[in-house]
């Protein structure tokens, strides 16, 4: 899997910029990174329209409601700028040494990217049903391209942080099996045994007899060596 290759690196090892941009979990923070400026981009610059084209005072377009912009826009920035802070933590994640550390920065991913999942279907269920109930004016009509992009990419901003969420879930759950989170940490000491196998483990069975399965009571025996059963 992707999330394993990224996540199981070799800690404190250097990033490769290429390898690291053509990870699909890099290419989605950039995609969601470019929606979220579009949602708040075009509620900001065009959705402040006058009622009648003349009269100076602007409303938001959605149904003049303005409590629909300023969601947008907060739901907008919010998400701009936690995929700035996310992008910096994928980058340096494998600098990441304390397996702790990276699981609560998994963790973190997970509930960030399920609560702006959360948050961006609310904006869309928002704002459709606000410029639903929108009134086509002259104003509505000149800021109506820019509403239907705010609602568009609202909808594609929901598709997006969900398969974050689906991946940052997948990466804690290959951390729980020691794929994500086990780094060198385990073997820079040279006389630390490796936690995983009892000694010996590596024989395999012979053409004479078969070895018996491993258990606790193999560690008694000397290393690289089995006494076999007549």
């Known amino acids: ?20 941009q053509q990870q699909p979990q890099t290419i989605l923070r950039v995609t969601t990174w470019i929606f979220s400026i579009v949602v708040f981009g075009s509620i900001v610059n065009e959705c402040y329209v006058n009622r009648d084209g003349q009269n100076p005072e602007l409303l938001c377009i959605f149904n ?25 933590v994928d980058l340096y994640f494998q600098q990441i040494s304390s397996v ?13 990217s399920g609560f702006l999942a959360f948050l961006w279907f609310v904006a869309f269920c928002f704002l459709a049903n606000q410029w639903q109930r929108t009134t086509m004016s002259r104003g509505a009509l000149q800021g109506a391209d820019a509403a239907r992009a705010a609602i568009t990419f609202s909808f594609f901003s929901i598709i997006v942080w969900v398969v974050l969420a689906v991946r940052a879930l997948q990466r804690y759950r290959l951390g729980t099996d020691m794929s994500l989170f086990a780094t060198d940490q385990f073997t820079t000491d040279p006389n630390a045994a490796y936690p995983g196998y009892p000694t010996g483990s590596g024989i395999e069975s012979t053409d004479t007899y ?15 060596y089995q006494v076999p059963a007549y």
């Open 1 to 20: 899997m992707e999330g394993a290759s990224f996540g199981a690196g070799r800690a404190g090892g250097a990033i490769d910029p290429v390898d690291f």
């Open 64 to 88: 003049e409601n303005e409590s629909a912009c300023s969601y947008g826009i907060a739901v907008g920035i919010i998400a701009f700028f936690g995929c700035v802070f996310f992008f910096v």
């Open 100 to 112: 702790k550390d990276r699981k609560r920065a998994v963790l973190l991913d997970l509930g960030f």
């Open 210 to 224: 078969q070895s018996p399965p491993f258990t606790e009571t193999l560690d008694t025996n000397p290393k690289g």
